[in-house]
């Protein structure tokens, strides 16, 4: 069974930084585009930043400059180093992989989540 784990949320003040992580495990023949969207309450869930298979980055306004999407193709692992945290930047954050995997010897490719881990930046 394919699964995405997240870890590295936690509280914060504004002006720190945290990095999360989002690792997946299971019957994976091959990794593609790979992201983290957030949800904060009572808001939609919208997508944060986005890392193809090569590299190439993609991320929302108001958090470039201030966060960081990269990959370990390896270890198939996903990372956000947030820097400068403000208050609204605080969210339940989401990975998000498109993977290659089997299911009974039976190849498919189709989007994952992670469950969820919970930012708070607040004074």
């Known amino acids: 069974q394919v699964q995405l784990v997240e870890s590295g949320g936690g509280l914060v003040q504004p002006g720190e930084s945290l990095r999360l992580s989002c690792a997946a495990s299971?019957?994976?023949?091959?990794?593609?585009?790979m992201g983290w969207y957030r949800q904060a309450p009572g808001k939609q869930r919208e997508l944060v930043a986005t890392i193809a298979s090569g590299g190439a980055t993609s991320y929302i306004d108001s958090v470039k400059g201030r966060f960081t999407i990269s990959r370990d193709n390896a270890k198939i692992t996903v990372y956000l180093q947030m820097s400068s945290l403000k208050p609204e930047d605080t969210a339940v954050y989401y990975c998000?992989?498109?993977?290659?995997?089997?299911?009974?010897?039976?190849?498919?490719?189709?989007?994952?989540w992670g469950q969820g881990t919970q930012v708070t930046v607040s004074s």
């Open positions: 998000n992989a498109r993977l290659g995997t089997l299911d009974n010897d039976i190849p498919s490719v189709r989007s994952y």
């Open positions: 299971g019957s994976i023949f091959s990794t593609n585009a």
